[in-house]
Each structure stands twice: as structure tokens, then as C-alpha cells.
């Protein structure tokens, strides 16, 4: 056994041969992963994150142990790695494989959890944590950090909780969790990327020119996303590659959905927004431009693709949780760290909370129908699942606190210490409580009652006519019924996002179908997966 120990130490320490065997290490890891998450599937506590962090976690310490305590490579945390390789295929799956009829209907609402309740938290964690740690006096950090260590604590990590949720059972609580994941996270970039730019100063002018920096990036953004979907979409309807080979559409595809990404990237813009937008058109136009054949190679790809990176996430973060270098720095104030961790836990909590149940208030308020209001268990799991910090927090408080992934300061090494402190605490407990609160406040009979309620038919009734007298249809089938069909007007006001929608649909089926290709109604890539 000393032999292998003392081969495994060797190996990790040899210069020429390090990133042969981090590769084959990891990879040998996250297949471990996928085997081990899968026999932990049916428990009661476990699920795929919370093992993999955990199994990252078990193998730093042999590694640690191995080395004699030295610092190995293979545990540094890459940013670049993370935003450049492993987020992209996460978050264009997101848009691909998302219901897109379920998430515009709540776009609003996802909207209003996602930025507005972003901002909250942020506002909440940023002054918290400024006022709290004058009291305590701790005076290292300025302004700026103040302000990036909220962007950093407000990206949240879903996944964990959207591995519980069904999406068949409770698709407005799932649309929810998951559009303001995706939201969130490109809201808290693009937060920081803005805080990067500006003063620390902050004045009035400063904050003109953050909200429009913000909306610039927002928009563009998007924008960017939808272009190149849309060029997608035409290049493969007028050239179809099918005929002579399907490869062709295939890599096409995942090349121009990854060229979206880097795209953002080179003209300074938010990946996430642009890539997720990017995979919504291409599973509305382009998808349905292929060949059968390619269609569920596409899928799968795309599927399997998120999994694995998602799988070597937290085994990557859990690795490099014990990466020696930063806790040596930190240990020598360890009653802050101890502060800052707890201080920062409590302000998570209390901003989660407050952006939850104030945003949860404001939607209900403005929905009339029953079917459309978050009741109070649904507002806590929503709650309880945005608690979680993942990789987006480590790899921005890496960008603002290391440089290369290294630090001698020691006001710099507790912030990183005390980020991997709440996102190993976040995802380790509260990961583990997920599953049975979910049960616990999601019961069946009202899982199944959030499908089975229709909607308001007074309000789908205009809508439902495609342009045509609806007044006359109903006096044939509803015996001399005749209702009057409210104006264009009457029915963006009281129903802006169905009447959105059925306009849309008409300039849908007669602009853009004929340009750039799409199926029916809804496109049906999930129903090849399910």
C-alpha cells in the first residue's frame, strides 16, 4: 500500500507528467461520479452534486495526505477552465432543452426573481457585509470589495434542488427554479463585470453609468444570442447538409452554439444571457432543419455534454476546497475567518429571503387568476433552493481575490477561504435537506393539483380564435352564447403576456417559419429525451 502512495505522490509532483495524470485522474473521477451517483439515486438524502462535491472532497485529502501536505496543481481552481469549457455547454442545454411555452408564460415573473430579487440580494449582502464588518473591525476591504463579494454570494446554484423537482408534476415551480437559476447567474456576471469597471467612489453619476452598463450588457446580449441562432437556422435550411452527410448539420450546430459563447466573450458581453438565448432559437428553428437522425444525435449530445460538466463541477470544487495555499494564509486570523464565513452565511439567508418573499408578493399581487399565485410552500422552496453557492461564486471570487489563482494577502486569501466555506456548507447541508423538504412541502395530491387545474378560460378565450370571429363560433356550439371579443388594447393590459404571445405566434408562422425553418406549436425536443 506505501508503494502505491508513495507512485500516486511521484506522479503529482513530476513536472513533464502533471497534466497527463490530472486528465486521466480526473476522468477516472467523474466516471466514478456518474457510477456512484447513480447507486445513491434512490436515497432518501444523497443526490448526483452532493457526491460528487463530496467524492471531490475524500480525494484531495488522499491526495494531501500523499504529497505530505504540498501544494499540487491539480487542486488549484482554473477560472478560465470554468467559464471558458465547462459553463457553456450547462447553460445552452438550459435554453435547448427548456419548455419554452412553460418559461415565456412566467417570463415575467422568472424576470422579476432573477434580476429584481438578484438585486436585492446583492444590495443586502453588499451594505450588510460593509456595516458589519466596520462594526467588527475588520477595515481591510473597500467599497469595490464590498461590492463584488455581493455579485459573488448572489450567483446561485439550482441544480440540486431541480434534481428533486419534476418537471411534469410541478411546472410552475419548476420554471421558476430553473429560469431564475439561468437568470441569476448572468445577472450576477454581469454585475460584476460592471462593478469591475467603475469607480469605488459611489455618486450618482457612477450609478447612471452602472444601470446603463448593466442594461447594455443585458441587451446586447440576448440580442447577440438570438443573431446567431438565427444564422444557424438559415445556413442549415439553405444549404441542407443532410443530404450528403449529417455530421456536417450536427457539428455545425454545436460550433455555432459555442461560437455564440465566445463571441460574447470577445465583444465583452455575458456569455450566459447570449448562449441560453442561442439554444432557445436553435431548439425553435435550427433543431427542426435536421435530419431525424440528427435531431436525436443533437439532443443527446447537448444532454449528455451539460451532465458531465455539471459532474465535474463539484467534483472540481471539492477539490479544490483543500487547496492548502489559501487556508495557511487565513489560519493566521483564524477568529475572522470564523466572522467573516458566519457573517456572510447569516446575509446570504436573510437576502435570499427577503428577495424571495418580497418578489413572491409582488407576482401574486399582480395575478389574478389562482392557478398563477406561488403559495407559501412553493415560495419556500424556491427560497431553499437558491441558498446553495456554486462554481460561479468560487470562480468569481477567484477573478477578484487571486491573481492566477494565487494570493499572499491575507484580507484576499479569507475571502476565498470564506466563499468556499459557504458554498461547501450550502451544498453539503442544505443539499442534503433538499430532498426531503421538497417531499416534505411538495406533497403528491398537491404536485399533481398544480397540471390538473385548468386555467381561467375567460382569459384563454380571445386568444383561442387564431384571428377568427370568436363571437360566431360560440353561438354554434354554445347555444346562442355570444361574447364579445375584447380590443388588442383591453387584452395587453389585462393579459399582456398571453396576448404577447398569440401575436407573436402569427408573426412566427408568417415571417419567420418561411426564413428560417421550425416546427409546430411546441418543439419537441424533450419528449426524444423523456
Not at 494577502?409 to 456548507?425: E, G
Request: proline share 3%; with cysteine.
Amino acid at each position: 500500500m506505501s508503494l502505491k502512495l508513495d507512485s500516486v505522490s511521484t506522479l503529482l509532483n513530476e513536472p513533464d507528467a502533471a497534466p497527463v495524470h490530472s486528465v486521466t485522474l480526473f476522468v477516472a473521477l467523474v466516471s466514478a461520479c456518474i457510477v456512484i451517483g447513480h447507486l445513491l439515486q434512490k436515497t432518501r438524502w444523497m443526490n448526483q452534486s452532493v457526491a460528487a462535491l463530496a467524492f471531490g472532497l475524500c480525494t484531495a485529502t488522499v491526495i494531501i495526505l500523499t504529497t505530505n501536505g504540498k501544494i499540487s496543481d491539480i487542486l488549484l481552481f482554473d477560472e478560465d477552465l470554468f467559464f471558458i469549457c465547462l459553463l457553456p455547454p450547462i447553460i445552452f442545454n438550459a435554453g435547448f432543452q427548456v419548455k419554452k411555452k412553460q418559461f415565456f408564460q412566467n417570463f415575467i415573473t422568472i424576470n422579476l426573481f432573477g434580476v429584481v430579487g438578484t438585486l436585492i440580494s446583492f444590495g443586502i449582502i453588499s451594505i450588510g457585509s460593509a456595516q458589519l464588518f466596520t462594526k467588527f473591525g475588520l477595515t481591510f476591504w473597500d467599497q469595490g470589495d464590498f461590492l463584488a463579494l455581493g455579485a459573488i454570494l448572489s450567483a446561485t446554484d439550482t441544480v440540486c434542488t431541480l434534481q428533486v423537482l419534476n418537471q411534469e408534476d410541478t411546472p410552475l415551480l419548476y420554471s421558476l427554479v430553473f429560469g431564475e437559476g439561468v437568470v441569476n447567474d448572468a445577472t450576477s456576471i454581469v454585475l460584476f463585470n460592471a462593478i469591475q469597471k467603475f469607480s469605488v467612489h459611489i455618486t450618482p453619476d457612477t450609478v447612471m453609468q452602472f444601470t446603463g452598463s448593466f442594461l447594455y450588457l443585458f441587451s446586447l446580449s440576448t440580442l447577440l444570442g438570438i443573431a446567431v441562432g438565427l444564422m444557424s437556422a438559415y445556413i442549415i435550411r439553405k444549404l441542407y447538409f443532410g443530404r450528403h452527410s449529417t455530421d456536417r448539420e450536427v457539428a455545425l450546430m454545436i460550433l455555432m452554439a459555442y461560437l455564440s459563447y465566445v463571441m460574447a466573450d470577445l465583444f465583452q458581453l455575458s456569455g450566459i444571457l447570449t448562449v441560453f438565448f442561442c439554444g432557445i432559437v436553435m431548439s425553435h428553428y435550427t433543431w427542426h432543419n435536421i435530419t431525424e437522425s440528427s435531431r436525436v444525435t443533437t439532443k443527446h449530445a447537448f444532454a449528455t455534454l451539460s451532465f458531465i460538466s455539471e459532474t465535474f463541477i463539484f467534483l472540481y470544487v471539492g477539490m479544490d476546497a483543500l487547496d492548502m495555499e489559501k487556508w495557511k494564509i487565513a489560519k493566521r486570523s483564524p477568529g475572522t475567518s470564523v466572522a467573516v464565513s458566519s457573517t456572510l452565511l447569516g446575509l446570504v439567508l436573510v437576502g435570499r429571503a427577503a428577495s424571495v418573499f418580497s418578489v413572491s408578493f409582488l407576482s401574486n399581487l399582480a395575478n389574478d387568476s389562482p392557478i398563477d399565485k406561488i403559495g407559501f410552500k412553493q415560495q419556500v422552496t424556491i427560497w431553499w433552493a437558491g441558498l446553495m453557492r456554486g462554481a460561479v461564486s468560487v470562480a468569481l471570487a477567484y477573478n477578484k481575490f487571486t491573481s492566477s489563482g494565487h494570493t499572499q494577502r491575507p484580507k484576499n486569501a479569507i475571502m476565498i477561504t470564506s466563499t468556499i466555506t459557504i458554498v461547501l456548507f450550502s451544498n453539503v447541508v442544505f443539499g442534503l435537506l433538499t430532498k426531503p423538504l421538497v417531499r416534505l412541502m411538495l406533497q403528491p395530491r398537491e404536485q399533481s393539483s398544480e397540471i390538473s387545474s385548468p386555467k381561467s378560460s375567460s382569459a384563454l378565450l380571445p386568444l383561442l380564435a387564431n384571428g377568427q370571429d370568436l363571437a360566431s363560433e360560440l353561438d354554434s356550439v354554445g347555444g346562442g352564447i355570444s361574447i364579445r371579443r375584447p380590443s388588442s388594447l383591453t387584452m395587453l393590459i389585462t393579459k399582456p403576456t398571453s396576448t404577447v404571445h398569440y401575436y407573436w405566434r402569427k408573426f412566427d408562422n408568417a415571417v419567420m417559419r418561411p426564413i428560417f425553418g421550425g416546427g409546430g406549436e411546441e418543439s419537441p425536443p424533450n419528449d426524444i429525451l423523456h
